[in-house]
């Protein structure tokens, strides 16, 4: 169950908002571009594949609900473990948004999501805020995947650990 029962998708998508700035991708990986660094392309190809990316060229709150950002993420090619922080920092919170409004929730993407969340994967370089807006999102979607031993469980219980063993003093909340 999530940490505030009372939390729902609007108010979630809220928070997404608040902790994860609009912008454009900048120096991150693109979608495109993840799929040519998973083929071990060269830096040539990669510029080349970002420059074609629809994605690249919008804000992630444009991408919330557009059908390129779950299928580019779910083409079997690349993805978010050949994006490095900032594509990570772009489309999470963008695909999180994308999950929230669904009126049924796509459980491979959830557990796509999930995945980038567990101890045997380098987590995102996000703040203390972002991943308490994250652990939130997934402990909302964990009833809906009725995945109580599954990924997102696991993500769950990962990022309550990373969020208890963070400084204090580095801890700031929206």
């Given at each position: 169950?999530?940490?505030?029962?009372?939390?729902?998708?609007?108010?979630?998508?809220?928070?997404?908002?608040?902790?994860?700035?609009?912008?454009?991708?900048?120096?991150?990986?693109?979608?495109?571009?993840?799929?040519?660094?998973?083929?071990?392309?060269?830096?040539?190809?990669?510029?080349?594949?970002?420059?074609?990316?629809?994605?690249?060229?919008?804000?992630?709150?444009?991408?919330?609900?557009?059908?390129?950002?779950?299928?580019?993420?779910?083409?079997?090619?690349?993805?978010?473990?050949?994006?490095?922080?900032?594509?990570?920092?772009?489309?999470?919170?963008?695909?999180?948004?994308?999950?929230?409004?669904?009126?049924?929730?796509d459980y491979h993407q959830c557990f796509l999501l999930a995945y980038q969340?567990?101890?045997?994967?380098?987590?995102?370089?996000?703040?203390?805020?972002?991943?308490?807006?994250?652990?939130?999102?997934?402990?909302?979607?964990?009833?809906?995947?009725?995945?109580?031993?599954?990924?997102?469980?696991?993500?769950?219980?990962?990022?309550?650990?990373?969020?208890?063993d963070w400084p204090i003093e580095n801890r700031s909340l929206p």
């Amino acid at each position: 169950m999530s940490t505030n029962p009372s939390i729902n998708a609007t108010r979630l998508t809220e928070l997404l908002f608040s902790v994860f700035p609009e912008g454009k991708i900048g120096n991150g990986t693109s979608i495109d571009e993840s799929v040519v660094v998973d083929n071990y392309g060269s830096p040539v190809e990669m510029r080349r594949a970002k420059s074609k990316d629809p994605t690249a060229k919008l804000s992630w709150r444009q991408l919330i609900g557009d059908p390129r950002l779950l299928a580019g993420l779910n083409a079997g090619l690349g993805g978010y473990n050949f994006m490095n922080d900032r594509g990570k920092q772009f489309y999470i919170p963008a695909a999180l948004a994308t999950l929230l409004a669904q009126p049924q929730l796509d459980y491979h993407q959830c557990f796509l999501l999930a995945y980038q969340f567990e101890s045997n994967h380098a987590p995102p370089q996000f703040s203390f805020a972002q991943y308490s807006v994250v652990l939130q999102c997934m402990e909302y979607f964990l009833p809906l995947t009725d995945d109580s031993e599954g990924p997102v469980a696991e993500c769950c219980k990962y990022l309550r650990s990373m969020l208890r063993d963070w400084p204090i003093e580095n801890r700031s909340l929206p």
